[in-house]
């Protein structure tokens, strides 16, 4: 083989790893900057849920009040103008994003409002996360859409009928599709939804088990209905026993405290359908 030719593919080579190895390191002095001042909370909205924040010193205070917003704020006062006081780290479940977060002794130059953008993401395969929010709402959608396949599935309780319409798997977790028919006319102001896992059989001699479990999504989060309501809840896929109940009570607001239930046993839940093409089509 030429000299030649070997010496170039090994400067090429030479070059690409370079590259690579350049653009997979990053200073503060090339990241976003966000100037901050302890008289201005510095609001930062990610477009998914934020899973993890690292906030470098302690010189800067944070928290997150909701699932995709941080805020910040310096302790005290002190520092100089362009003094870097911590690198922030935000990871979502598809993107991490860092800022340096530099003083400033004019309050007007302080950033109030910052929104991630596009181009400060760096793509990241989050382990902690088997699905991502957006896609978890987008296979419940394309369930709530869809007709019922399950018929012999219901509670009746003051005059009302709650049903499950379907069960689906995708990946790790269940998609649960309820209904519930109001057969007065009373509307219904939502307390809260929780979905368990009970014993089947109640004995006097033994202790109820009961297992609260946390959903991963609840689509619809509408507080009241008068005639009709369905949503879908996802849960993390699981096993139990033939003697168990996996059981979704919607229970109202005080005063009158009206409650109903649904139980689904486990051979409703092994009879869940997997995802199809045809479900999640675009509309």
């Known amino acids: 083989m030429n000299k030649k030719i070997i010496v170039t593919a090994f400067l090429l080579a030479a070059g ?17 900057r966000l100037t901050v001042n302890e008289q201005v909370t510095t609001v930062i909205t990610a477009t998914e849920p934020v899973r993890f924040v690292d906030i470098s010193t302690d010189k800067v205070a ?23 006081l911590a690198i922030v780290t935000i990871v979502t479940e598809r993107y991490r994003t860092q800022y340096a977060l530099i003083y400033t002794t004019r309050i007007s130059e302080a950033v109030a409002d910052k929104e991630i953008q596009l181009q400060e993401r760096d793509a990241y395969n989050n382990p902690t996360v088997s699905m991502s929010t957006a896609d978890m709402v987008r296979f419940a959608r394309r369930v709530w859409n ?12 003051h005059r009302m009928e709650m049903r499950l319409n ?30 368990k896992l009970s014993d089947k059989k109640l004995s006097k001699a033994t202790n109820a088990q009961t297992i609260e479990l946390t959903p991963a999504l609840v689509l619809e989060h509408g507080k009241t209905f008068k005639h009709g309501y369905r949503n879908v809840i996802v849960v993390k896929k699981m096993t139990f026993p033939n003697d168990k109940l996996l059981t979704i009570e919607m229970t109202e607001q005080q005063i009158s405290g009206r ?15 997997s995802f199809n093409t045809a479900l999640l089509e675009e509309e």
Request: hydrophobic share 35%.
């Open 16 to 32: 690409l790893f370079a590259t690579r190895n350049a653009q997979a390191q990053r200073t503060y002095e090339e990241m976003e």
């Open 62 to 84: 944070g928290d997150q009040p909701i699932e995709n917003i941080i805020r910040l704020k310096p302790k005290e006062t002190g520092h100089e103008d362009g003094e870097v």
């Open 146 to 157: 869809s007709p019922a396949k399950i018929r012999n599935v219901a509670t009746k309780a």
């Open 166 to 195: 379907n069960i689906y798997s995708v990946g790790d977790y269940f998609f649960i599709d309820f209904s519930i028919e109001n057969k007065t006319n009373i509307r219904f102001d939502i307390d809260e939804i929780r979905v």
């Open 259 to 273: 409650n109903i239930s649904l139980n689904i046993d486990y051979e409703d839940v092994l009879s869940a359908d």
